[in-house]
């Protein structure tokens, strides 16, 4: 078979898996920003019980590889009865990691605002909530989309893992195009030229998010924070 006719084949095939790469992927990176940015404002503005409470769940899931809490949730938590599905997994265990990394950069953008505008928004009047509310959050979201950005891209192939408990993305579809048509090498190249393009899109389309939504002046008010 040559490579014009494998690609008539794979390639439907392919486009079915990358749909559930990017559904896994976009789920996910939901999960993470949803858990990440409480965890973010807790860490910074909570009390110290709360700070400790959160920190541990940060550096245990950001401590240990996905993959180890992949298999964790799918394999290990039916031993006590509790049994989620391929799919369900895969939303826990990377969306709880992406949590973990999510809030770290949230953090960062947060304690990036000059503690002069907290001071300011108090000094006519706001509540300590409506400060963070009004002034520190939209901030804290703009600062937070170069490193955000990353979390996005890398989300799209740390999925590929949930192949390993039979979730039928787009390595998974690669794995069974293989063993059917035994041409591992075209198979992968394939793929991997397939996960190039999406990453480039991805980037470029991320990059010009994050300069559109540049805040004018930030450089020197961060320099100077």
């Known amino acids: 078979m040559s490579f014009i006719d494998y690609l008539q084949i794979a390639l439907p095939n392919i486009w079915i898996g990358l749909q559930i790469t990017f559904k896994v992927s976009l789920i996910c990176l939901v ?13 910074v503005y909570g009390p110290k019980w709360l700070r ?7 550096e245990i899931f950001r401590g240990t590889p996905v993959l180890v809490q992949l298999f964790l949730i799918y394999f290990g938590l039916p031993q006590f009865g509790i049994t ?8 826990l265990a990377i969306g709880l990691n992406s949590g973990a990394y999510q809030s770290e950069y949230f ?5 990036a605002i000059s503690s002069g505008q907290m001071m300011a ?3 006519i009047g706001m509540t300590r909530m409506q400060a963070i509310r009004h002034v520190i959050i939209p901030q804290a979201f703009r600062f ?16 590929s893992i949930v192949y390993l408990i039979a979730v039928p993305e787009m390595l ?9 048509y035994y041409n591992p090498m075209q198979t992968y190249m394939l793929v991997g030229m397939v996960y190039l393009l999406v990453i480039g899109a991805m980037t470029l389309l991320l990059n010009e998010i994050e300069r559109r939504s540049t805040i004018p002046g930030l450089e020197t008010a961060k320099r100077g924070s």
Do not use: D
């Open 107 to 111: 953090r960062g953008a947060i304690q």
């Open 144 to 159: 937070a989309i170069p490193s955000w950005s990353n979390e996005a891209v890398s989300m799209v192939k740390i999925s």
């Open 84 to 91: 989620f599905s391929a799919f369900t997994s895969a939303y």
């Open 172 to 180: 998974y579809v690669a794995k069974v195009l293989m063993s059917k």
């Open 52 to 58: 400790w409470l959160v920190t541990a769940y940060v």
């Open 121 to 123: 928004a108090r000094s």
């Open 31 to 43: 999960i993470g920003m949803v858990i990440g940015f409480p965890v973010a404002l807790a860490r």
